[in-house]
């Protein structure tokens, strides 16, 4: 039979740049946004009665965004001047993912939209040496002294330009209005509902790192908590790989971006709960204890939409079963920013990110979103997990791989079909999986999808196999029929077309065979031909989103024109300092 060529593992981690595939085998790159995330200090835009320190908060107020219908959130992707020193084409290209990256969450996540400019605060911890108390005085909690050293904001290590600034002004006396002004008011970036910093350079940590491809922080909220500014750092070096694949570049991005609109261990404890808003206008309330441990100790984030979305997933009832988070690298009772990859293979949201033609944005990250409080989104526009649907509750813990209770696991390390069924697989772990096994794409040619990958498997001698797009991966040890013994040959993954009959039922084709039906569940065997094939049950014919990329999307970068919107140029700040976006690998 056809054996897949010799499998080399790879594994790019989520945050990384996809581009990754030739790093050591076998070695899991990091997402590293939790400990970036926790070097920054964060600012909150300040309250309305803080007046001379930035009117953010005020135009919130004097507009009122109750009743505001929300609109695809706009996010301003301004970019570091440090980030110009790159070759065009390479600018142009990662060009190419951030926007397709900002363009996709904006699509997804909505907002009831800021009001004139966006306008961030200034930390007086750092502007300001001497604060007057709060004692009744006029200038109550106003700045009494300046700090003479103070130079500038920053996020991460990118200096924010003055323009998206606030002013800030120092009352040398307590009640007299008298002020001087230590910075001027900036005017702020008009049409944005997030700022969105973008490095690209050879920062300290992508040298330190070089697993490390982007990584990201954000560093400002408006008083209900919602992040409105994030540097997202992606390490150049990376970008210049022959092997840098427009998909995987776009996946990082949205993966960072979802880190720092809110999911992020920092942020969980500041969703808010908006089910006792009224129409009235009553201010939703923190959800402090969104994240707890379950009955095993893990931590789950336990929100209204996370479990329902969940129930609905795994088929269950049971009322407790809170989406969980990944528990490796985390000290125990820490949280983590990533979903558990044992329940949400595939997701966007795991610390790792696998091929891209294989990474979802699930259902369950959407129904996170929601439930931050701060965003409006349609969960219909996720895309079907696939991995662990119907399970029941139990899926996702060790033990469900274990006792080999789930068709999602395999053991051993022998060769299938990854669980699209897009691609051949071997059976292998990684580390996040703490001991489980699944069938993880081939390293290479392992795409059924892909015509080229007839000529790349000389392993098929008898062809049967078939490739092309709607070519599926099946466990089959068909082979032709010969005049010599053949060795029987063991199942393994085989390309071979199919198409859909019905939900759950198609049929499929062999190289020179007629069409034949393929019971989901069963097997069937088909003239002329020796072995037989196994029919996947629930796996095709059932999610309609679930098919190969088109052909162009990962050669976007060479054809696409930039499309203007969300992209500004560097303002005339000439002292952009290096910006950091994180990325995780
Ligand atoms: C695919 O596998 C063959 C050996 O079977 C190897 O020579 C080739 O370099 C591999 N191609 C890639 C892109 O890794
Ligand atoms: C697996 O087996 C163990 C002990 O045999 C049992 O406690 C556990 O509930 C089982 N898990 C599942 C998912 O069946
Ligand atoms: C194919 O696999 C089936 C099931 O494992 C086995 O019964 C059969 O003998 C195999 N056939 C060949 C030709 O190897
Ligand atoms: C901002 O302050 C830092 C530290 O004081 C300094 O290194 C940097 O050059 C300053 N940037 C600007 C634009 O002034
Ligand atoms: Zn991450």
């Known amino acids: 039979m056809a054996l897949p060529p010799p499998f080399r593992p790879w594994l790019t981690v989520v945050c990384v740049l996809p581009v990754l595939m030739d790093q050591i085998p076998g070695v899991l790159q990091k997402c590293i946004y939790d400990e970036v995330q926790a070097e920054v200090r964060k600012v909150r835009l300040e309250p309305a009665t803080s007046q001379g320190r930035g009117f953010y908060s005020q135009r919130l107020e004097t507009n009122p965004r109750v009743g505001a219908s929300p609109q695809p959130i706009r996010i301003h ?14 600018r142009r290209r990662v060009m190419m993912a951030v926007e397709e990256g900002v363009d996709k969450v904006s699509s997804l996540l909505s907002v009831p939209r800021i009001v004139g400019p966006l306008l961030l605060s200034r930390d007086i911890s750092k502007y300001c040496k001497f604060v007057w108390s709060n004692s009744g005085g006029a200038n109550s909690n106003r700045c009494g002294r300046a700090n003479v050293n103070y130079r500038n904001e920053t996020c991460l290590d990118v200096t924010i330009p003055d323009q998206h600034l606030s002013g ?6 307590p009640d007299s209005p008298y002020r001087t002004v230590l910075r001027a008011e900036g005017s702020g970036v008009s049409d944005t509902d997030f700022l969105l910093y973008l490095h690209i350079g050879s920062t300290h940590k992508c040298r330190a790192e070089p697993d490390v491809w982007a990584y990201a922080a954000h560093c400002q909220t408006d008083t209900d908590g919602r992040p409105v500014a994030a540097v997202v750092v992606i390490c150049r070096d990376r970008l210049t790989q022959q092997t840098y694949k427009h998909q995987a570049t776009v996946q990082m991005v949205i993966h960072e971006l979802f880190h720092v609109l809110g999911f992020s261990k920092d942020l969980f404890p500041t969703w808010t709960d908006c089910s006792t808003h009224t129409h009235g206008g009553a201010k939703c309330s923190p959800q402090k204890t969104v994240v707890r441990p379950d009955g095993s100790g893990q931590l789950r984030i336990f929100s209204p939409s996370v479990i329902s979305v969940l129930q609905k997933h795994l088929r269950s009832s049971e009322p407790e079963l809170g989406g969980l988070l990944e528990n490796l690298h985390v000290s125990p009772g820490r949280g983590s920013s990533h979903w558990e990859a044992l329940l949400l293979q595939g997701s966007i949201m795991t610390a790792v990110l696998e091929e891209s033609s294989t990474v979802r944005i699930d259902p369950l990250t959407l129904a996170a979103f929601q439930d931050t409080g701060w965003y409006s989104v349609d969960l219909g526009r996720a895309q079907n997990l696939v991995w662990g649907q119907g399970e029941g509750a139990q899926f996702g813990s060790v033990s469900s791989c274990q006792n080999r209770t789930s068709a999602f696991f395999c053991s051993g390390s022998g060769l299938g079909c990854h669980f699209l069924h897009l691609h051949k697989g071997e059976c292998q772990t990684d580390p996040y999986l703490e001991g489980c096994r699944i069938y993880k794409p081939l390293k290479n040619a392992s795409e059924c999808w892909k015509k080229e990958n007839s000529v790349r498997s000389p392993g098929d001698k008898l062809r049967v196999e078939v490739w092309g797009r709607d070519s599926r991966c099946f466990f089959s040890n068909l082979s032709r029929h010969t005049h010599f013994p053949v060795d029987s040959s063991s199942v393994g993954g085989q390309c071979y077309r199919h198409r859909c009959t019905g939900p ?10 007629d069409w034949v039906d393929c019971p989901a569940g069963g097997t069937v065997q088909i003239s002329g031909y020796q072995g037989v094939v196994f029919c996947p049950d629930r796996r095709l014919c059932l999610y309609p989103d679930v098919t190969p990329p088109s052909d162009d999307e990962d050669t976007a970068s060479h054809t696409s024109p930039v499309q203007g919107g969300t992209w500004s140029t560097p303002l005339t700040n000439p002292t952009m300092v290096s910006v950091v976006i994180l990325l995780l690998l």
């Open 77 to 90: 992707t301004w970019i570091t001047r440090e980030s110009d020193n790159l070759p065009e084409a390479e």
């Open 168 to 173: 800030c002004y120092i009352y040398p006396q």
């Open 504 to 513: 759950n039922s198609y049929q499929i084709q062999v190289s020179g065979s």
